[in-house]
């Protein structure tokens, strides 16, 4: 778990709970209103709380090696987004909303088996066209 006196640090701009064994990030995390990075690689994660589109500093998410089997709204809603990192998930699509990322410039999903060719096609499109 996180504990409850990081989730209430006002001004945290990065968080690391790589490798905790999390089953879910607190819903809590939407809290954090400075958030810039944050760090859950290596855990059992499956989604994100709906929350944690209220951290509207977000730049830079790791969510590498967890349990993911989809891109959620929550992931889509992070307009400030630059780095989102799935990689060694079990994502299988893209979802629509990811072009609505325009300051993305690092979507790292690779490691992911059943993603379809459609979304593996494009993904080496230049991310302009798919903006259009």
């Not at 400075?34 to 760090?39: G, I, S, V, Y």
């Not at 690779?110 to 302009?128: C, F, K, Q, T």
Request: charged fraction near 20%; include cysteine.
């Amino acid at each position: 778990a996180v504990p409850r006196q990081v989730l209430d640090t006002e001004g945290l701009t990065a968080l690391d709970v790589s490798g905790n064994g999390l089953e879910a990030l607190p819903r809590e995390v939407g809290r954090l209103a400075a958030l810039a990075a944050l760090d859950a690689r290596d855990n059992r994660l499956g989604d994100v709380p709906t929350e944690l589109a209220r951290c509207g500093a977000l730049r830079s998410l790791w969510l590498d090696r967890n349990r993911f089997a989809g891109v959620g709204p929550a992931l889509c809603a992070l307009r400030q987004l630059h780095v989102l990192s799935m990689a060694g998930n079990d994502v299988a699509a893209l979802p629509v909303g990811l072009a609505g990322l325009a300051g993305l410039v690092l979507l790292d999903l690779r490691g992911n088996p059943r993603l379809s060719p459609v979304s593996r096609a494009l993904l080496h499109e230049r991310v302009d066209r798919l903006m259009a």
